[in-house]
């Protein structure tokens, strides 16, 4: 594996530390130190203790059944999500609680309290049962970030229903590619959703995605109204609005679900072409999830909590939705853009309804220093108690500046990593134990074993990089992969046997902390989302003017990286600016806007080993316009020569 030398000797030089104060650390919900060692002496009966949190219909007999990479946790357990996020708290002191505080992007809003949330999450379910969806069937939900969404999830789970949510910034077909895999019997959408003051077509998205597959009913939300355009297909399309008019009111009787039945799919970027269908369970999913909540964001009744991510990922699944749902939580939620209308709208929510805890991705504080501390000085964020972090490495600049600008040097911040695989935060401080140190995510959390090892699984140390690896089962880890368990067995645990690999790569400290440096795949990370070579390199092939792409990720300021494609076009193609937006359009249309090629540089030839393999770590030399590694085994050093000085004109 490549590890990035000289961003490693940059982190080592990172000295600075900060302790939970006195006052953090006597009211945190984890403050005993013990607790890790407890933890690791009997992970299972950590997590069975954590697992006691929910509420069970029938106890489990078993902690875990450990096959290799199989893992089975609360085994012989029953519970129902929806009933353990909704219908418990919905009784007793929490029934009148605000659950969900919804802020739309026009400036509209909406309280959900736990006994409302109830109520729709209930006809929601009777109207989708209504319509034929069944224990086990698949529903895919393309929706803005509307209070309709969590509550299609939730009335999913209350069925038993398998959720897959697309994020509403996928094209049609990469929709189209979801719904295909996962066999989806009903499509929930919208007629368009709000962006920055702009229209998303959605529905007319969906639309077309849906002509090849077996999509029964289109469920539409009436967000936009007529602006959207959005065309209604009679027999096969049903406005949400008027099924829900027509649901009984009557309480929708959650589903027993087994600890092991699926709780939802996800979808996620790989090495090859074709996304995988992360397959998360219910009753281990849900006591990673709530466990986190407790521990690492220190979640309490008086809190509100806001997490900007949009529910499309797995960060709003989580935290948004199955993690402070479950804790009985206020949940803010925000529909639109960060600045819309103006740069302070983050500043603007969290002074309006006092939020407490605020859990973002680096790229989004990397944009607010770029705005300007002036946005959030303009308004009273004495309310925060807690910051998080989660996406990409922090580097320490905007660490430092959340710290000053947002946490008025007083609160926590806990730099959480994880993955769509992982189900919930592993590596992150708990913020009344740890202290933290700009840049680091800290160490694993309770119950959770990771270490860095070398090509033969051995632990590297304190002195080299390496693999990030975990070495035990944890209760949220993915199952399989949706329809492809050959995939999950040979990505996650073909390297080392019955060992989970990432695919970051990390250096320890000599604290034992971990500093993660980033993948070790063809996967990039663009503002924090998770973007594959090869889909973009597909994508690009697919136009046809292009023969050969390659696709690397360069480090951008913002963004953390952004894509640059290199492109050999086929016999008599004139490379020009049309063809440039061409070619972004085209990823634009086969992925979606946040695969759009930073720059696309024309190439009359690929470096290529001589074994023909696209040398990427030479590509990405070269978009960084960094002096020239070792190619000594390119097959034409010429090629090098030339791509290097089309570079600087496309600059
Ligand atoms: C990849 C997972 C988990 C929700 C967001 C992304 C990178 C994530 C951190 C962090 C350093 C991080 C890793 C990881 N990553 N959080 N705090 N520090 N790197 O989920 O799309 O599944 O991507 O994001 O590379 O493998 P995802």
Redesign the pocket.
């Known amino acids: 594996m490549s590890v990035d030398s000289e961003k490693l000797s940059t982190l080592l030089h990172e000295t600075r530390s900060f302790s939970p104060s006195d006052e953090f650390r006597a009211q945190a919900n984890f403050n005993d130190e013990t607790i890790y060692e407890r933890a690791a002496n009997d992970p299972e009966a950590y997590w069975a203790l954590q697992a006691e949190q929910l509420t069970w219909f029938q106890p489990f007999e078993n902690v875990l059944n450990w096959e290799p990479p199989h893992a089975q946790w609360f085994v012989g357990g029953k519970l129902n999500a929806a009933y353990n996020c909704v219908d418990r708290h919905a009784v007793g002191p929490r029934k009148n609680k605000a659950a969900i505080i919804w802020e739309g992007e026009p400036g509209d809003s909406r309280v959900l309290t736990y006994d409302m949330l109830r109520r729709e999450v209930d006809k929601a379910a009777h109207a989708l049962k209504g319509l034929g969806v069944q224990k086990g069937d698949r529903v895919t939900i393309y929706l803005p970030m509307i209070p309709e969404l969590p509550i299609s999830m939730l009335a999913c789970a209350k069925i038993g229903a398998i959720h897959s949510v697309v994020f509403g910034g996928f094209s049609s077909k990469s929709l189209q590619q979801r719904l295909e895999d996962a066999d989806a019997k009903v499509l929930i959408t919208a007629d368009g959703g709000w962006r920055r003051g702009g229209v998303i077509p959605l529905k007319a998205n969906a639309d077309e995605a849906l002509s090849a597959t077996k999509v029964e009913n289109v469920v539409v939300v009436r967000r936009v109204g007529d602006s959207a355009g959005a065309t209604m297909q009679e027999g096969r399309d049903v406005y949400w609005h008027d099924l829900m008019a027509k649901a009984p009111t009557t309480p929708f009787e959650a589903e027993p679900m087994d600890s092991e039945d699926i709780l939802y799919l996800l979808y ?1 970027s790989g090495t090859t072409g074709k996304p995988k269908g992360i397959v998360h369970s219910t009753g281990g999913y849900l006591t990673g999830a709530n466990t986190s909540m407790r521990s690492v964001f220190d979640i309490k009744d008086e809190d509100v909590w806001f997490c900007t991510a949009d529910i499309g ?3 709003g699944h989580t935290y948004i939705v199955y993690g402070p749902l479950s804790a009985g939580a206020t949940v803010v939620m925000y529909e639109g853009g960060p600045d819309y209308p103006g740069r302070d709208r983050f500043w603007e929510i969290v002074e309006k309804y006092g939020v407490t805890i605020f859990y973002t991705a680096p790229t989004s504080i990397r944009t607010f220093m770029k705005w300007g501390p002036e946005h959030p000085a303009a308004h009273d964020l004495s309310t925060l108690r807690l910051l998080g ?6 580097n320490p600049e905007a660490w430092m500046w959340f710290h000053q600008h947002i946490g008025n040097e007083r609160c926590p911040i806990v ?7 992982t189900g919930c935060a592993m590596i992150a401080p708990l913020p009344g134990i740890v202290p933290t140190k700009p840049g680091s ?1 800290t160490r694993a959390v309770p119950g959770i074993d990771v270490d860095v090892v070398d090509e033969h699984g051995q632990s590297v140390g304190f002195e080299n990089g390496g693999y990030l690896v975990i070495k035990k089962p944890w209760p949220s880890m993915l199952r399989t992969v949706w329809g492809d368990d050959e995939r999950f067995r040979n990505t996650y645990f073909g390297k080392f046997e019955g060992i989970y690999l ?3 790569g990390a250096h320890l400290d000599e604290d034992g902390y971990v500093w ?1 440096l ?2 070790i795949d063809d996967v990039i ?1 663009v503002s ?3 973007i594959g070579t090869a889909e973009v390199e597909s994508a690009l092939v697919s136009h046809s003017s292009v023969a050969e792409a390659a696709v690397i990720g360069r480090s951008h300021d913002i963004k953390g990286q952004a894509i640059t494609a290199f492109v050999t076009v086929r016999e008599g193609i004139e490379t020009n600016q049309e063809l440039v937006a061409a070619l972004k359009q085209t990823v634009v249309e086969k992925i979606g806007a946040m695969a759009r090629p930073e720059e696309i540089i024309f190439t009359a030839e690929l470096p290529k080993t001589r074994s023909a393999k696209i040398m990427r770590r030479l590509l990405r030399d070269i978009a960084e316009g960094r002096v020239l590694g070792d190619t000594t085994t390119l097959a034409d050093p010429s090629v090098v020569e030339s791509l290097k000085s089309q570079y600087k004109e496309a600059d």
């Open positions: 996620t990922w797995v960060t972090t989660v996406g990409e490495p922090i730099d959480t990593w994880w993955q769509t695989e995510a990432p695919g970051d993660i980033g993948r990370n924090g989302h998770r």
